[in-house]
RNA sequence: GGCCCCAUCGUCUAUCCUGGUUCAGGACAUUUGGUUUUCAUCCAAAAGAUCACCGGUUCAAAUCCGGUUGGGGCCGCCA
C-alpha cells in the first residue's frame, strides 16, 4: 500500500486568500524543479475551501505569477469543484465509526484550549462529543444545534521519513480528534488535501516547513481510509531578517510586489532556488533550465534562510546587463510610460549596466525626456572651480560643438575632438565634469560623449546654453 | 506552556553522510586600489567563522554520539 506509485506526480496547492507569497512561490519552484527533473508531472490545486477568505482575484495573482516564472502545470484542479468528493470520504469515515459529530460551541473550545495551555498541558480536544449514541446526534439536530465533523484519532506513535530531515516522530495522543470538515459539504484543510492527495496520485509531497506538525494528522487519515502514503520533503522557511517566518511586517512578500518594482523573474528564480539549495558547485548564475539539470533533493538545507534583498538586486543586476537592448526596452516600457520607444531605447543603452531595477530606468534617464533640467549651479564645478572657470569651460564647449556638423555627431568624434582639450586642462575632469552636468543634471550618470550623442546636437547645446545662463 | 524542527563568516552557503587533504572554500554585502571625469560595470586585494557551547568516542572531530543553550515552526469550525 505505501508507495506504490507508477508515476512521479507532486502538487502545488495554494490557497487563494492573497497574493502569492514568496515562500509559496520557492515551494512551487521545487515542487516543478523537482517534477522536471525527474520527469513527473506537476499539478496545479487551488485550495479555495474556505469560501470566505477565498477570492478569483487572488487565484489571478497566483497563476500570473507562477506563469511570469515560467513554471507550468499538467493538472489544474479547485477544491471548491470537488466537493462531492470529499462528501463522499466523509461519509465513509463517519459510517465506519471513525469520525463523529461535535456539538461544542467555539468559545467552549477556545476556553478549553487557553486552559490547557496556561496548564502546562498540550492543547487537545477533550474528546467530548466523540461517544455520542446516534439517537443523542439526531436529537441534537434536530434541535438545530450547529455541529462540526471530527476525526477519531486513534493513540498511536506516527512515524515517517522526511526526505529532507530523516524520520519525525510524533504522538498522536497529542494532537487529538481534529476536525475534518464544517459539515458534509464544507471539508477543511488536512481533510481536504488527504483526499486530493490521493485521488489526484501524488507521489511527493514537497511543502514548507509549517507544514510538518499537519503531516501526522494527514498520515492517520490515509490510514484510516486505507490511502497509500506519499513521501514527504519539507523544506525550510523562508525568514526576515529578524529570523522569524517572512511575513507581511517585513516589507514586501508577494512576488507581484517585486514584479512591480522592476525584478525579473530570472533572478527571482536564480534567488529563491539557492535560498536553501546549492548544486554543491561554485556556480551561482542558474537559469531555470540549469536548475532543472542539477536540481536535487537531497541538497536541500535543513535550516532556515533569510530573505536578504542585496543578493536579490545583484542577480537582477546580472540577469539585466544579460539581456539584449531590444529585450530590456521592452520591459522597460512599463516602468517610463511617458517615453517613447526609439527615445527608451537610446536610454537604455546608456543605463543598462546601472539598472538594477527596472524601475529605475524613469529616474535615471529622466533628463532624457525633458525640456528644462533642475539642479543646483554649484553641481557644475568641479573640485575648486570657480564661477568664472566654469563659465569659460561652458562657452569653449559650446564655440567647439558649435562646428561640430550632425553628421559628425557620434560618440567616437566627439571623444576625439574633445578629448585633446581636456587633456589640455591638465585634468580632465574640469572640461568633462561640467558637460556632463550641463547634460544630465546629476552627479552620477553615463559618459557625456555617450549622453550627448544621444542627445543629438540641438538639445546638446540648448542645455549648454541652459547652464551656462545659470552660471551669471 | 506542549510538541516538532534547526544551528559553519553580517547574509546565502561548500566541506559533514563515507572522521585526517581545512589554522574551513565560494558568492552577496563591506573596505581599499586599478580600469582615460562621476556613477555603474569590470579587474585585483583586504577584512570577515576559535565550524553555538559543554562533554563523550577516537591516535585524530566542523565532520560521529549525548547534553546544554539559542533560534524557528505548529498548536483554528484558516490553509
Redo the contacts with the bound molecule.
Sequence with gaps: MINEFKQLRVRF???P?GKLHLGNARAALFNYLFAKKEKGKFILRI????L???SLEFEKDIIGSLKWFGIEWNEFYR?SERIETYAKYLEKLINDGKAYH?????E???AK?HE??????????SGKCRNLSDEEVKKNQAEGK???IRFKSPEKKVKFR?L????????SS?IGD??LA?DLV?????F??VVDDFEMKISHVIR???????TPKQILLQEALNFSQPKYA?L??M?G?????L?KRHGDTSVSDYREQGYLPEAMVNFMA?????P?T?R?IYSMNDLIKDFSL??I????????I??L??LN??YI?QKSLDELTELCLPFAPNAEKKQLKKAVALYQ???KKLSEIAELTDFFFKDVLEYNKELLK?KNMTDGETKEILDKLDKILCDISDKKWTKENL?KIL?PE?ESLK???KL??P??VALTG????????EVAEALGKEKTLDRIKQARELIK
Excluded at 531578517?241 to 517566518?245: H, L, V, Y
Excluded at 539557492?274 to 546549492?278: A, C, T, V
Design positions: 496547492a495554494p490557497s486568500t485550495e479555495d475551501t474556505d470566505e477568505r477565498s477544491q461535535c456539538f461544542c460551541s467555539e467552549e473550545l477556545e484550549r490547557q495551555m496556561s496548564g502546562g498541558l498540550p492543547p487537545v480536544y450547529k455541529s462540526i522526511d529532507i530531515r530523516g524520520e519525525v516522530e510524533f504522538d497529542l481534529f476536525s464544517k464544507t471539508p477543511l484543510y488536512n481536504a488535501v514548507g516547513e509549517d507544514h510538518i506538525s499537519n519539507h525550510p522557511i525568514l531578517p529578524d529570523r522569524a517566518k511575513s539557492f535560498l536553501g539549495w546549492n554543491g561554485e551561482e537531497e541538497r538545507q535543513k535550516g532556515g534562510a533569510i530573505f536578504d542585496e543578493r538586486n545583484y543586476g546580472v546587463r549596466e546601472r539598472l568641479w571623444e578629448m581636456a585634468d580632465r575632469g568633462l565634469w558637460l556632463r546629476k552627479k552620477a550618470s553615463a559618459g557625456p560623449f
